[in-house]
């Protein structure tokens, strides 16, 4: 028998997600890290993923300044870089020297990828909409890169230990079903 729960909490039931570092760029070049798990694929031809951010966050700010970001696939290693990119504003703080990783370029947009990262998908945004207080981009994935040795035949190997979160602040890694 199944029990309702309030609608605020439905998303809850599509996880555990994927829990991915957001990096943006200010026109000026100061690189902003957000954490968020609200990213789908959405197309394979062209390559196109779907990201929803709160409205009034800085990372939206600058996506919508420069039109592009990377998505960075954190390991369990990255767990406390995590929690810290997506508890604190990157209006009033520099993420990217609390969190101290490092940057490495991307050659098809501005926005640096995250070097400590499993995979980096450099994307420009293709559009946006607003959906209540979210920003819905769909963005093209314009490279992708992953670790060598982790990613073979389009699966991570069990080595890699990918970053899910679970809700609030619980988190874990994917395990093979027998």
């Known amino acids: 028998m199944k ?7 439905s998303y809850k039931l599509l996880h555990p997600r994927p829990v991915v570092l957001i990096c943006a760029r200010s026109k000026e070049g100061r690189v902003n890290i957000m954490s968020c798990s609200w990213v789908t694929p959405v197309s394979d031809d062209p390559p196109l993923i779907a990201m929803s951010l709160w409205e009034k966050g800085y990372t939206h700010t600058l996506i919508d ?7 960075n696939i954190p390991s369990s290693k990255l767990l406390k870089q995590v929690w810290l990119a997506g ?7 520099d993420k990217a020297k609390l969190l101290k990783v490092s940057f490495t370029t991307s050659s098809t947009i501005k926005v640096p990828g995250i070097e400590e990262c499993l995979g980096i998908l450099e994307c420009r945004v293709r559009d946006r909409m607003k959906f209540g207080e979210q920003i819905l981009y769909v963005a093209e994935v314009k490279r992708a890169c992953a670790e060598e040795g982790l990613f073979k035949k389009g699966v991570w190997s069990s080595k890699a230990e990918p970053l899910l979160h679970l809700a609030g602040k619980a988190f874990s890694i994917p395990r093979p079903v027998d």
């Not at 029990?3 to 909490?9: F, W, Y």
């Not at 508890?87 to 703080?93: A, H, Y």
Request: net charge neutral.
């Open 87 to 93: 508890t604190r504003s990157g209006s009033k703080m």
């Open 65 to 71: 300044e420069t039109r592009e970001f990377t998505v």
């Open 3 to 9: 029990k309702e729960i309030g609608l605020g909490e």
